[in-house]
Structures are given as C-alpha cells and as structure tokens.
C-alpha cells in the first residue's frame, strides 16, 4: 500500500486502509476528519512528490475500488479509482473502444486524471480529443464531510474544480469517461544513437513546425542511460497505418532498435520503456509556446554536457528530455477548468526527468532540474517566445512549486470552493498541491 514509482516519494505509513467502496471511503473520512491525522490517498503510486500520495499517517490505498464498466448506449467507460491504466485499457481491448488516458505501463487512472500523477492529462490522443480531464463526463466523490455525491457539469464549480485541482475537494472513488472509436494502431518506439542526434533535431523541428493530423503523435526525447547517450522516439498514428509523409524524415534516420508496427493500443502500452531507472526519481518541466531547433539543441548540448558527469559524481542513472509536440487543437476541445488556467493560448511541456541512487543526492539532484528547465525557459525567451510567467503544469512539477504559478488567475475561485466544501479543512490533511 505505501509503494510508489519512485522510492523518493515513499513514506512509511502508521497504518493502511483500502476500502473497497465510496461507503467505505466515507467512513473513513468521517473517523479522519475530528482527529487531525494526516492521512494520504494512493491511487496507482506513481505521484514522485514525497507527501502527495503518501504519509506517515493513515494511508488509504485505493487498489480495491477498480471496477471498469462500459457502456455503449452512452458511450462512456467508468473507472475506479483504484485501477491503472493498463487496466482499463486491457478491459477495452477487443471492445471498438478506448479512452483518454496515459501513456506508458504503470500509471494510476487517479492521479492522472485529477493532477497528482506522473506524465498525466496528455495522452497519444490529446491532439484528437484534448486532455483527460476534457474527456471526463462525470465523477463520484465523496466530499469531506461524508457525502457521497455525483459530479456532472450541471455542478459548474465542482465540476471546475475537480478538472485538474487535486484532492482539494474530497476523493473520487470513480470516473466516467468518454469513450471513443478503437481500431488497430500503428506505432511503438525506436532507439537512435548519439552520432545522429542532429538528424533527430532537425526531424523533431519539422514535425513540430508542419504535421496537423490530430490522429498523430510523437513524443521523442534525448538522454541517457548508465552515460550511454541516445535518442527515444515513440511514434503514435490513430489508424492502422499512417498517411505518406508524416513519420518519413524519423523513420529516415538509422536506428539501433526499432519496434515500429500495427498493433492493438494495449500492445502498445506494453511494449514502451516505463521510464526511471534508479529507485529515486523526479522531474519538472518547461513549458514553450513552439519546439524549435535552438530548444532541441539546448537539450542535446546539455544532454551531452551532462551525462557521464552525472552518473559518474552523482549516481544518476537516468537522464531524459522529453519533447511533447501536441497540434494547436490540444487546449481546444474542453470548457473552463482548474488547469489550465489559459486555453487561449497553445504551451508545451518540455520534460526533465532524472533517476538516482541515493537519498544523500536528492538536493542536489532537485535543484539541478529547477536550474535545467529555467535553461530550457530561458532558451525559448530569447526567442521571443514569451513563456517566464506562462502557468505550469502540476504534473511536472516538484512539490514546493508555489500554487499561483501552477493556477494563476483560478486561484481564487479554487479557493472559494474549496472553502464552501471543505469548510473544516479536512483535505489539508492529506497532501498535494493545496489551495
């Protein structure tokens, strides 16, 4: 119950509890709340902020809540809390249908969908369909005092709220989901060397600039490995094959490995690298309103500055920038929610992600993420893109970002609801990002 994807965020809990139930989750609300015991809510673990999925309290483990059901007269899939998304996605498989959700094996539907969890909200098909909490209808949440009630968005301010704020409202013990059409897929990944990593800028650079097909994604990323530099790129086509033209210049570069083929989604969930490499794990991002070669090379450059150094000095034995080329659509297909404060305007996360032995690094290694996206910030305004004060987004980043870069101007509504809610303060018992 207190394991998590990264040991850094693990904390050993006084005592676990999983209900199998929104009854039970109310229950355990109503025994917490008169006490003061901090408590924790873990979904699939793989919140890397110390506190924000774990404690030293009381923690409540979702697993046991993890029933999927479709529905195609609505459309709609609902979810447990306490499922990952390989689950939904292998309940799916076979049925026509998929949903939004994450992109690689491991992460909880939860945290995911709410703010709290690693890579969440963008998805293989938020070009085509938006982000997670877009494609959300519905959720049952049990409020802090007990109550057990539905979310829909007739319920303006929650349903607000709940769209990327956290565990400020209560817990969520199950989510509805649009489901959309599922037909075979084509994509996995392929490795490039370090010799070739300019003919991956110049690929990453135009596929950014020129693919508007929202059934494509790319998510590339430059790093290493145990100092072994190379380049990721996984590919990601809406259909069984792609059109001419879109892969061509990636797939046009030598690679060392490649596992490029039509595949069903869940073979391809599967088939991804998972990430973090050492038992401590964190990162943060940048966000940059375009992936252009003078950001691509800052990250090669400080790739190739920093890796054997790094694993070396510091026992880092994972070292990745990852690249998110969403189309001009992503921000497009939702209403107003807590994240993101500004739909108006197309930003992309440019992600550090780091992994490292020991407890003994963990300043060192946070505050050199800070410094390498701050890099990445820096590069892009110099451009004239405009992004210092652009608000960030939660998932990406570490526990002491402050709330009014992450919510900017939602900030106080967030705070409104929250009171009119949680009037006792019942949540800030639990931690996260809080309002």
Not at 206 to 234: C, H, M, R
Not at 299 to 322: A, C, I, Q
Not at 361 to 386: M, P, S, V
Request: glycine share 10%; hydrophobic share 40%; proline share 5%.
């Amino acid at each position: 119950d207190n394991a998590h994807w990264s040991s850094s965020s693990n904390q050993n809990s006084t005592c676990t509890v999983r209900p199998a139930s929104a009854e039970d989750v109310a229950t355990i609300l109503r025994m917490l709340a008169p006490t003061s015991i901090p408590f924790a809510v873990k979904g699939g673990g793989h919140a890397m902020n110390v506190g924000f999925s774990s404690t030293e309290g009381v923690q409540v483990a979702m697993s046991a809540i993890s029933d999927i059901v479709l529905n195609t007269s609505t459309s709609t899939v609902e979810v447990g809390a306490g499922c990952i998304w390989d689950d939904v996605y292998a309940a799916l498989d076979g049925t026509g249908y998929n949903v939004v959700g994450g992109r690689i094996a491991g992460v909880g539907v939860a945290g995911f969908s709410l703010g709290g969890d690693r890579v969440t909200g963008y998805s293989y098909k938020s070009s085509q369909y938006g982000l997670t909490v877009d494609n959300i209808v519905a959720y049952e949440l049990v409020l802090p005092n007990g109550t057990i009630t539905t979310v829909t968005e007739e319920d303006e301010d929650l349903f607000f709220g709940l769209r990327g704020g956290f565990n400020n409202f209560g817990i969520v013990t199950k989510f509805t989901y649009k489901a959309h059409p599922q037909t075979e897929i084509w994509g996995g990944y392929l490795t490039i060397t370090e010799n070739y990593l300019d003919s991956v800028v110049e690929a990453i650079a135009k596929f950014s600039e020129k693919v508007t097909d929202t059934k494509a994604a790319f998510l590339p990323s430059y790093g290493s490995v145990n100092g072994t530099i190379s380049a990721t790129l996984i590919l990601f086509y809406d259909a069984p094959s792609p059109p001419d033209g879109i892969f061509d210049d990636v797939l046009a570069i030598p690679a060392s490995f490649s596992d490029i083929k039509t595949r069903s989604y869940v073979d391809l969930l599967s088939s991804i690298p998972s990430g973090s490499n050492g038992p401590r794990g964190a990162f943060q991002h940048a966000q940059v309103a375009a992936i252009s070669p003078a950001v691509l090379n800052a990250m090669k450059d400080m790739t190739s500055e920093l890796s054997r150094p790094l694993w070396h000095d510091h026992g880092v034995t994972y070292l990745y920038f990852f690249v998110e080329p969403f189309t001009a659509s992503l921000f497009k297909y939702g209403s107003d929610s807590a994240w993101p404060p500004d739909r108006s305007r197309l930003l992309l996360p440019i992600n550090v992600d780091l992994s490292w032995e020991s407890e003994d690094e963990d300043e060192y290694i946070f505050g050199l993420i800070k410094t390498l996206a701050a890099n990445l910030t820096a590069t892009a305004d110099a451009e004239g893109q405009n992004v210092a004060g652009a608000p960030v987004y939660p998932n990406y980043m570490l526990g002491d970002t402050p709330v009014e870069r992450i919510y900017s101007d939602n900030l106080l509504r967030l705070r409104e609801i929250r009171a009119a809610v949680d009037p006792e303060g019942v949540m800030s018992l639990a931690g996260g990002f809080k309002f």
